[in-house]
């Protein structure tokens, strides 16, 4: 059976939830699971691992500092291991009509994937770009108070409102396609 590690950081949620996702596709296609939230736990050794993805959500353009310290702690051992990397982030699904869908998605796999594994020399078997969650019910004072700007566009793009105040722009099958994908691959 292959040993499987996910790694994650979230602000608001949707990277946490997506690992679980993944792990549940990945469990089904006979894969032993492992996840870890590295803003909760460490992760002090991957020797027993052959596939380890990495996953992020994306505010500002940046990942969370928690996975790109593990990809950094861990680079040279993480080069002999199939390495999957995901992000989670508003790019993957633009929710302004007047955003070029493809492009925002392809500048988005550029930055926030294809440049993070060029960082550590890295090559990944899969890179997910996945939609995100706006929150406005963890988000600080000043995020809400900037970001509330969105509401309308969220609504008027039909992003279902899974929760008060939550919106998911995710797209639960690509996430399921993908990881299945990813077990095919080792
Ligand atoms: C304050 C703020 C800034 C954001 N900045 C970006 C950004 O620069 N690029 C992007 O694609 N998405 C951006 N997003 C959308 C997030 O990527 C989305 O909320 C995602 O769910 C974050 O992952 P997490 O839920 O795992 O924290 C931003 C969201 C917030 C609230």
Known sequence: MTNALIVYGTRYGATASTSEDIAETLSKEG???KVVNLKKDKVKDITEYELIIVGSGIQIHKWTGEPDKFLKKFQK???EKKVALFVCCGSAEPIDEKE???ESRENARTK???EKAAKYNLQPIAMGLFGGVYNFNNMSWFFRKTMSAIK???EAAG???TEPGLYDT???NAIRNWAKEVAQKV
């Open 112 to 114: 926030y994937l294809k």
């Open 152 to 154: 309308p566009q969220l």
């Open 77 to 79: 051992e993480l080069a």
């Open 170 to 172: 995710r797209d639960t």
């Open 100 to 102: 070029d869908k493809a």
């Open 159 to 161: 992003v279902p409102e």
């Open 31 to 33: 894969l032993d699971v």
